[in-house]
């Protein structure tokens, strides 16, 4: 029996999604590139650019019917370079590289918390609510490293003087890629609905803001999402500690007649004895 079935050698990949994810691969390892030579803006932009890409090869696969077990695959290990180690190394190049062995333990635990979270994702995939996200996202948390760097390099900040707060939030963003805190997934979007021409407004309105100031916008809008999970961590631990203090106390079930104690029946049986017979 030959190790590869002639049908297995014969199956090919589908060019247009791994097209896309190839390319988030690159964007990826071109963001190392600039960061060994000191270009660290440059960095930050291409780790955004592997976001878009990365978000588009999943959309382009589900809308052409072109999923495959190789591209779920490949798909995770681009992750892996884009969102893992490229983020990781990047931060550590700017600001964590003078905190001695504190930098490179922050990096390594962001690296770490990432290829947890594709691990158990991976495994996960099946069975967890698809609107929701267990941990914060690889992406979204390589968009808070990179638009720290891209928001303090356009402010004239040096990575020694961001060294504290790029430290802090390197350990915050891989901590929360392996907590079981949820995130919106966005996946109940339906791109092929109609929507109200509304909407449309808003996602002009939307491109026109981060157009306006990209660095600080894309900054604070991945910010906000990534304390969005906690903060409806803490609604829902509220909601669940009111419902039990609110919920009613069962009512104590009546109490059983005592019973007479041994003596009591022996003196009752003794005057029973005793009392005079006609």
Known sequence: MPLITPEKRRRGIYILPNLFTTAALFAGFYAIVQAMNQRFEVAAVAIFVAMVLDGLDGRIARLTHTQSEFGAEYDSLSDMVSFGAAPALVMYEWALQDLGKLG???????????????????????????????????????????????????????????????????????????????????????????????????????????????????????????????????????????????????AAAPAAPAPQADGAETSAAADDDTSPRN
């Open 104 to 250: 490179w333990i922050a990096a390594f635990i962001y690296c770490a918390g990432a290829a947890l979270r594709l691990a158990r994702f991976n495994t996960n995939i099946d069975v967890v609510d698809k609107r929701y996200f267990q941990g914060l996202p690889s992406p979204a948390a390589a968009a808070l490293i990179a638009g720290l760097v891209w928001v303090g390099i356009d402010n004239g900040f040096s990575g020694d003087e961001l060294s504290g707060y790029a430290c802090a939030l390197t350990i915050f963003a891989g901590v929360s890629m392996v907590s079981n805190v949820l995130f919106w997934s966005g996946k109940s979007i339906n791109l092929r609905k109609s929507v109200p021409f509304i909407v449309i407004i808003a996602l002009v309105l939307v491109f026109a803001l981060v157009s306006s100031y990209p660095p600080g916008i894309l900054f604070g809008l991945f910010l906000i999402y990534a304390g969005s999970g906690y903060v409806i961590w803490a609604l829902r631990w509220k909601r669940r500690k009111d419902k039990r203090a609110n919920a009613p106390v069962p």
